[in-house]
Structures are given as C-alpha cells and as structure tokens.
Nanobody, 126 residues
Framework: QVQLVESGGGLVQAGGSLRLSCAAS????????MGWFRQVSGKEREFVAA????????MYADSVKGRFTISRDNAKNTVYLQINSLKPEDTAVYYC???????????????????WGKGTLVTVSS
C-alpha cells in the first residue's frame, strides 16, 4: 500500500512561484505513475499533470502547460510540481495521486488511480 503526503502549499502573490512535494511511502514507489490534480470548492477535480514511473513521459493540462513542471526522484520517493507565474485562478487544493499504469492518466481513466493524498492548499492573491 502507498500513502501520499503533499506539502509546499501556502499563500503567495500573483506572479510568484511554489514547488509542491508529494512524499510517498513504500519501497515500490518507482513502480507507479504519478499525477497532480487540483480542486476548487464546489467544482470538479481537475487534472493538472502526470509523469510515468521512470520519469520519461509527462503530460499537462492545457491550462497549466508552460508554467507547471512535474518531476520525480524515485530515490527519495518524492514527486514534485514546480509552479511558476502563479495566477489567482491557480488557487485550489492540490492533490497528489499514484496509479499502476501511466495510461490511466493518458486515457483520463481516473478510476484507475489507486491512491490519493489529502491535499495541500495553494492560495494566490491578486
């Protein structure tokens, strides 16, 4: 079983940057594809980015492409989301996820996501 814990959220001004981290338990972390989602209160959870188990493949939502970068360090059991040029509309709770297959994210078959973190709040002031 994998447990995911996000960190790095906080209050920042528009135009600033944050790096979110997701620490995973378990010695099999490297076997999982990882993804980030975000959710605003009252709205659907939105896909943000994903990375394959080896880190060789990544994908991003159009709304964040060019500003967000996902990466992972399997030796540290950690996945990161670097967020640059923050906008007020980026305000949300950001969730880390893990899936056995990268295709889960490619096909938007999120029922295949095996694990979710509890989220970290990012608030961007204007």
């Amino acid at each position: 079983q994998v447990q995911l814990v996000e960190s790095g959220g906080g209050l920042v001004q528009a135009g600033g940057s944050l790096r979110l981290s997701c620490a995973a338990s378990g010695r099999t972390f490297g076997n999982y594809a990882m993804g980030w989602f975000r959710q605003v209160s009252g709205k659907e959870r939105e896909f943000v980015a994903a990375i394959s188990w080896g880190g060789g493949s990544t994908m991003y939502a159009d709304s964040v492409k060019g500003r967000f970068t996902i990466s992972r360090d399997n030796a540290k059991n950690t996945v990161y989301l670097q967020i640059n040029s923050l906008k007020p509309e980026d305000t949300a709770v950001y969730y880390c996820s893990a899936a056995a297959r990268y295709r889960t994210y490619e096909t938007r078959n999120y029922s295949g996501v095996g694990y979710w973190g509890k989220g970290t709040l990012v608030t961007v002031s204007s």
